[in-house]
């Protein structure tokens, strides 16, 4: 997984930080959004291969910018958020979330979920490139 894209969209920055340290050390290029708006706009430019994205955010709310990716891309989304909620958890992950972690966390499971989200959306994608029918797969890269 090593160069894959991180976007770290936290108005905290010492919470920021302390993942983004995580992060870089397990080999991940690591962008930075303080706000909502930032992050749409970090998110169409540099196109990361994962959000971990803040619900409570200055500008845009952290909703409102998964609904904003959602509309564009299927980049997978981990909400990384003060707001414990089942109705806020469950909303999050209807509209498009693919993880959600409550507030305090441990920075190390944070990582093990981003490598586990990434895992699955990478396996989606060479899905993706196969067609099968019956007993017959096609693999479309090797056309």
């Known amino acids: ?74 980049t997978p989304v981990i909400m990384v958020t003060a707001m414990g909620d089942e109705p806020e958890k469950l909303g999050a992950l209807r509209y498009g979330a693919d993880d959600y972690v409550v507030k305090p966390y441990n920075p190390k499971e944070v990582v093990a979920r981003v490598h586990a989200v990434l895992r699955r959306s990478q396996q989606n994608a060479s899905n993706d490139r196969h067609l099968r029918y019956q007993n017959l797969l096609v693999d479309l890269d090797a056309v």
């Open 1 to 74: 997984m090593s160069g894959k894209r991180i976007l770290i969209v936290e108005d905290d920055a010492d919470s920021a930080s302390i993942l983004e340290a995580y992060l870089r050390r397990d080999g991940f290029s690591v962008g930075l959004a303080e706000n909502g708006q930032r992050g749409i706009d970090m998110h169409r430019q540099w196109k990361p291969d994962l959000i971990l994205l803040d619900v409570m955010l200055p500008l845009v709310s952290g909703t409102d910018v998964l609904s904003a990716v959602r509309r564009c891309s299927d």
